[in-house]
C-alpha cells in the first residue's frame, strides 16, 4: 500500500518537486494550479490569523480596533503570480505575512533584470519567463522590478574613480528617446577606459542637452573630483566634436590627444564625390596602417599631393588634425595603435544600446533611457571581467 507523508512547510514542498523534476517526473501544468491554490490557501489564512490576533491583543490594552476589509496584491513566486486578498483593520495590515513569505526570491527579479537588459521589451519578459514561472508576469511587474536599478544607478554615477586607465576615449553619441510628441534626439557623453591589461571599462556616461564645451567640462570635471585626476593617462582619444576638444585642456591640460582616425575618416570622404571614395579611403589607410610616424608622414604627403588639386577641402580637413591623428605611432606595434586609434568601442556598445531600445515603447522620462543605459554599459562591462556595483548574476 503506497505510503503517505504530509510535508510541513513551503521549501520542503520545493525541494521534493524539484528532486522529482530532476528524476524525469513530468508534472505537467496541474501541480502549479494546486500548488497555487494551496499556497494561496495558507498565506490568507495566516493573515486572517494574523489580524485576529492583533485585535484580540488591543483588545485586552483597551484600544479601538476594527477590520476595514480586504486590498488584492499580487505575489510572483516560483509557481507562478498568484492574486491575494490581504485583510486589514483601521490601523493595521497583514502584509507582513507577504514579507515573510515571498516567493518572489531575488533571483526571479535578477532574471527579470537579465531578459531587460539582454534585450528583451518588458511584454516579452513575460514570454521568456512563462515556462520557468508558469504563469505570465504583468508588463507592469517587469517595469517596477527594472525601477529597482534605480539605486544602482545613482551609485554608479557617484562611486569613487581609480586612475588606473592609460588610455581614456571620450565620445559624444547622438540616442534618440521616443516620447509621446515623437522622437527626441539627445547626446549622451561617455567616457571609456582601457586598462593595463587591455580590458575596456565604460567608466561612467551622462544625457546632456549638447555637446558643448560647457556640457563637457561639467562631465570632465566630474570624472576629476571623482579621483580620475589624469596621472596615469598617457592618451585621450576623442572624436572630433569642437565642445569636447575645447574642454580638454581646462579639466586635462597637457595629456596628448588622439584624434579618432573613424570619424576623421567619415569627414574626409563627405567632401569626395563617391567615384574617388574608395581610393580615397585606401590613401588614408596608407597613412593610418604605416610601419612608424615618419612613414605615416610620408604617406600623408602623398596623399595630399595626389588629391589637393581635386579635393582641397578634403585635404585640408586632414592637414588640420594630423598632428593629433598620429599621436597613437608613440606606441609601437599596430595592435597597440589599433587600441587607441578610435572610438569605435563605445560606438560598439551604443549598437548594443540601439538594439536594446529599438523593440521597446515610449519613454516615460530620461530616468528610464539612463537606466537602461547603466543595465547594458554594465552588462558589457562584466563581458569584459570588469567587476560593477550591481550585479545580474549575483546570487543573493
Not at 359 to 369: E, I, L, V, W, Y
Amino acid at each position: 500500500m503506497p505510503q503517505s507523508a504530509t510535508i510541513e512547510s513551503l521549501p520542503a514542498a520545493f525541494r521534493i518537486m524539484k528532486a522529482m523534476q530532476a528524476e524525469g517526473v513530468e508534472w505537467g501544468e496541474d501541480y502549479r494550479t494546486a500548488a497555487r491554490a494551496a499556497l494561496k490557501e495558507v498565506l490568507e489564512t495566516r493573515m486572517g490569523d494574523l489580524i485576529s490576533g492583533h485585535l484580540d491583543a488591543m483588545a485586552r490594552r483597551q484600544i479601538a480596533d476594527r477590520r476595514n476589509g480586504h486590498y488584492r496584491r499580487w505575489l510572483i513566486t516560483e509557481l507562478g503570480e498568484i492574486e491575494l486578498r490581504v485583510p486589514r483593520t483601521r490601523g493595521f495590515s497583514a502584509r507582513s505575512v507577504l514579507r515573510a513569505y515571498a516567493r518572489r526570491a531575488p533571483r526571479i527579479d535578477r532574471m527579470v533584470l537579465a531578459c531587460f537588459v539582454l534585450g528583451l521589451s518588458t511584454r516579452k519578459v513575460a514570454t521568456a519567463l512563462l515556462p520557468i514561472l508558469g504563469r505570465r508576469i504583468s508588463p507592469a511587474t517587469v517595469s517596477r522590478i527594472a525601477r529597482t536599478l534605480d539605486g544602482a544607478v545613482a551609485a554608479f554615477h557617484r562611486r569613487p574613480l581609480k586612475d588606473v586607465y592609460p588610455v581614456l576615449m571620450l565620445d559624444g553619441v547622438v540616442l534618440a528617446r521616443k516620447t509621446g510628441a515623437g522622437a527626441l534626439r539627445r547626446p549622451v557623453l561617455v567616457a571609456l577606459g582601457i586598462r593595463a591589461d587591455g580590458k575596456k571599462e565604460i567608466v561612467d556616461f551622462r544625457l546632456a542637452a549638447s555637446e558643448s564645451a560647457a556640457q563637457w567640462e561639467r562631465f570632465l570635471t566630474d570624472l576629476y573630483r571623482r579621483g580620475l585626476d589624469g596621472e596615469g593617462i598617457e592618451v585621450i582619444c576623442a572624436d572630433g566634436g569642437q565642445g569636447l576638444l575645447a574642454a580638454l585642456p581646462t579639466v586635462y591640460p597637457g595629456i596628448a590627444v588622439q584624434r579618432c582616425w573613424a570619424h576623421k575618416i567619415r569627414n574626409v570622404l563627405d567632401k569626395v564625390r563617391k567615384p574617388d571614395r574608395d581610393a580615397v579611403k585606401a590613401s588614408l589607410h596608407r597613412i593610418m596602417n604605416a610601419a612608424n610616424r615618419p612613414r605615416a608622414t610620408s604617406a600623408a604627403r602623398r596623399f595630399a599631393d595626389r588629391w589637393e588639386n581635386t579635393y582641397p577641402k578634403a585635404v585640408a580637413c586632414l592637414r588640420n588634425d594630423l598632428d593629433d591623428l598620429l599621436t597613437c605611432f608613440r606606441y609601437k606595434t599596430l595592435d597597440q595603435r589599433k587600441r587607441v586609434r578610435t572610438t569605435n568601442a563605445i560606438e560598439r556598445r551604443f549598437r548594443e544600446v540601439r538594439r536594446r531600445t529599438r523593440p521597446m515603447g515610449t519613454f516615460q522620462d530620461r530616468t528610464s533611457m539612463d537606466r537602461i543605459l547603466f543595465a547594458v554599459f554594465t552588462h558589457e562591462n562584466q563581458s569584459q571581467g570588469v567587476p560593477t556595483l550591481f550585479s545580474l548574476t549575483h546570487n543573493s
